[in-house]
């Protein structure tokens, strides 16, 4: 018998009796799915251990609160493949007792005591596990203060999050996107840490391609006829396991296919070295033959979704790739004008280019930004994570830190694992002096969006809020991922000529600011201040100090 402090994560279907005694065959195969297709693959993927499964109900153990809320969510919203059934669930940390495979204390107790008073499709969570989560989570839950729980001695303060009302709130623009079908990875091996290896790469796989702007990602083991496939069998024998996955095009096409071997000593590290090198492999032949098949469809016969996409496989964040996204999207919106997103995308490029100080070959769209701006807060839904953008662009023309907050907070409470969300609300938190719940949200997005076009400006901004922070090595390291992605991104040069000048190495300081002064001549620190909103609190005057040291002009 060991004691130990775990969180732990108790879940159940609503009203499952109600649900076999209507339609007994479907609601298990729907409860076969969600096993499948939901629940498993999202806790392996967090390394969580299922203790109990109870045929309408799970109680899980994870080694952090983080872990087990960042599983109760995505379990939440990935169920919507699954509509027959609604979870509730609970989540507390406390001290547990472990005694022949299952787990006992105030832990268990009182998160399942959550979990019965948790909204439907919701997640109810104690105050001890909400004071652990970080800065893109806390928003997304509601205080509803102290409970008294039966058989509980104290009350307990309850955040919850609401269940239907997420549904609202849409992650990215659907038209004309392609779809790909993550199928669970099959395998017939009896030994459950290989069962879980299997269900927790195939939720890294749909949380690594979910965070792509352009492909609709969803688990299916029964595929929509006009999807991509993705599929694979890990087979183990003896200490060995072997991986293998293909990928089919919506014609059946075999696009790709490669076997994966490791020990199973080694799974761990394996995991993520091997769901990253399949999503990285996914993304990129869907990317080859996606931009393949526009670019063989002459100019003048392309549909204004086909403009608006080929902006989004090929954007980048240095002056040529931001101009190119412009000319897309000004394609796209002559063909749709009540379409709203390429407004959207076109006003976020060039606040982008105009933030970081970039004029020449954007003046044609100065002009018109306003208009964009206008048709864009009209026709786009009011709950889209396409608000992060245009809250971005309102900061950065009215310097309102209420008001960007207010959207940020909002969009973050439905949509924390959005990487529109994550990227433009961070940069808003940042620009506003609160370096701290901008580093989580750009921490996040660096986790998830392998594949996002934002990776130099995320790790940009990464080296910003700890420059803020002042950690100065952490923001040294991220300066330099983000020149290798993209040497030409003249913000990082900036941020390097104040990190050297703060850490006292006035030569690499000035050298820095030199590089950067080609890329935007005649930069001063009063225009800095001007152009991107950046107040006067302590964290924002620590950058400006190290851009003074380095020489650059008040």
């Known amino acids: 018998m060991t004691r130990r402090l775990a969180a732990i994560l108790t879940a159940d279907i609503i009203g499952y009796s109600k649900l076999m005694g209507e339609d007994e065959a479907g609601t298990l195969a729907a409860l076969r799915r969600l096993r499948s297709e939901v629940f498993s693959p999202a806790v392996a993927s967090k390394r969580g251990k299922i203790i109990k499964s109870m045929g309408d109900g799970w109680l899980v153990a994870f080694n952090s609160a983080e872990d087990a809320v960042t599983c109760a969510m995505h379990v939440q919203d990935r169920l919507t493949t699954v509509p027959t059934i609604k979870l509730r669930i609970g989540v507390h940390t406390g001290d547990v007792v472990h005694q022949d495979e299952d787990v006992f204390g105030d832990g268990v107790n009182i998160a399942a005591r959550l979990e019965e008073i948790s909204p439907h499709g919701g997640v109810a969570i104690s105050d001890a596990v909400w004071g652990a989560l970080d800065g893109t989570l806390k928003p997304s839950f509601d205080d509803q203060g102290e409970k008294a729980l039966k ?3 104290h009350p307990v303060r309850l955040w919850a999050r609401g269940g239907d009302v997420e549904g609202g709130f849409d992650a990215k623009v659907e038209a004309g996107f392609p779809n790909l079908a993550i199928v669970p990875i099959e395998t017939s091996s009896d030994d459950a840490e290989v069962q879980e290896l299997a269900a927790a790469i195939t939720s890294d796989l749909a949380t690594y391609l979910g965070a792509v702007q352009w492909i609709n990602a969803e688990t299916s083991a029964e595929p ?10 890990l087979r183990a024998r003896g200490g060995r396991i072997r991986l293998e996955v293909t990928l089919s095009a919506p014609n059946g096409q075999a696009l790709w296919r490669e076997k994966y071997d490791s020990l199973i000593e080694d799974s761990f590290d394996w995991q993520d070295q091997t769901s990253r090198a399949i999503s990285t492999n996914l993304f990129g032949h869907i990317l080859q033959r996606e931009e393949l098949r526009i670019e063989t469809t002459p100019e003048d016969q392309r549909t204004a979704e086909q403009w608006h996409n080929y902006a989004l496989l090929r954007s980048s964040q240095d002056a040529a790739g931001l101009i190119e996204c412009i000319q897309c999207m000004e394609r796209a919106i002559e063909l749709a004008p009540n379409w709203g997103h390429p407004y959207v995308m076109a006003v976020a490029a060039l606040f982008s280019a105009t933030s970081m100080g970039l004029t020449k070959g954007f003046e044609p769209f100065i002009a018109k930004q306003a208009g964009w701006f206008q048709k864009a807060d009209e026709l786009e839904p009011k709950a889209s994570s396409a608000r992060a953008m245009l809250a971005f662009a309102h900061f950065v023309q009215t310097g309102d830190r209420d008001a960007a907050r207010g959207v940020t907070s909002q969009l973050l409470k439905h949509l924390p694992f959005d ?9 808003l938190f940042l620009y506003a002096g609160e370096p701290q719940p901008g580093l989580d949200c750009l921490r996040k997005l660096a986790e998830i969006g392998l594949h996002t076009p934002y990776s130099a400006a995320v790790h940009n901004g990464i080296a910003f809020a700890n420059v803020q922070l002042g950690l100065l090595e952490d923001a ?15 913000a990082t040069n900036r941020h390097l000529a104040a990190i050297f000048a703060l850490t006292g190495d006035a030569k690499a300081a000035a050298e820095q600011l030199k590089v950067f002064n080609r890329l935007i001549p005649d930069e001063t620190i009063s225009k800095i201040r001007e152009r991107v909103r950046m107040g006067g609190t302590e964290h924002a005057l620590r950058y400006l100090e190290g851009l003074r040291l380095a020489g650059m002009p008040e």
């Open 151 to 153: 058989n509980i001695a």
């Open 224 to 233: 929509a006829p006009n999807a991509y496939i993705a599929q694979g069998a």
């Open 419 to 427: 990487p529109d969300v994550l990227m433009f609300g961070g940069y």
């Open 476 to 490: 040294l390291d991220h300066s330099r991922k983000a020149l290798a992605i993209n040497p030409t991104y003249p």
